[in-house]
């Protein structure tokens, strides 16, 4: 019998996904580790996790950069590393005063994108949503017919997105 995959729930608050391991700031929240996100290192092994989600979470960190360094180490081989945040074009993205940073289509593309061949991650899937109404629904026309990054390019503050939901493949 395999062993059971380990899940890390990075930011888990107060609704942790079941079956995993949560790590939050807050002692009121389901966390069954107490660590302060913005010190580094996070308190976990190199290579301890199969799935690691970061829902709504990396936006809140000073340094997101090494956030991505700390999932990286953390991830074994394989690992399913989510990520959701706002688009920048978002209101959620700049209507909450502890976002330190607003993300693009194109943030994570480093990680899984490089001329020199040296990601660390495969991208599995990446996705924008939009909220309802008819501006949402002509930015989402726009962003299929025409690109994300055409839609990013001209389009997005006209027509705002809502989230940007990635899954990234740690390399072996």
């Known amino acids: 019998m395999a062993d059971k995959p380990t899940i890390l729930n990075v930011g ?35 290579q301890s996790f199969d799935r690691i989600v970061c829902a709504h979470v ?5 340094l997101p950069y090494k956030a991505m360094q700390e999932l990286t180490r953390i991830a074994r081989p394989g690992c399913l590393v989510e990520i959701a945040t706002p688009h920048y074009s978002s209101p959620d ?3 909450d005063i502890t976002h330190y940073m607003h993300y693009s289509m194109k943030t994570w593309e480093p990680y899984y994108q490089r001329k020199d061949g040296k ?4 991208l599995v ?3 924008l949503t939009f909220s ?4 949402s629904l002509v930015g ?19 027509f705002r997105a809502g989230n940007m939901e990635f899954v990234l493949r740690r390399k072996g």
């Open 132 to 135: 309802r109404g008819l501006p």
């Open 12 to 46: 888990c608050g107060p609704v942790k996904i079941p079956g995993s391991i949560g790590v939050d700031f807050d002692p009121k929240s389901t966390a069954d580790v107490i660590h302060d996100l913005d010190a580094y290192p996070w308190p976990f092994a190199d």
């Open 58 to 62: 990396l936006e809140h960190l000073q």
């Open 119 to 122: 990601e660390t991650f495969d």
């Open 93 to 95: 993205s700049w209507g």
């Open 140 to 158: 989402r026309a726009i962003a299929a017919v025409f690109g994300l990054a055409f839609y990013e390019k001209y389009c997005c503050f006209v």
């Open 125 to 127: 899937s990446k996705r």
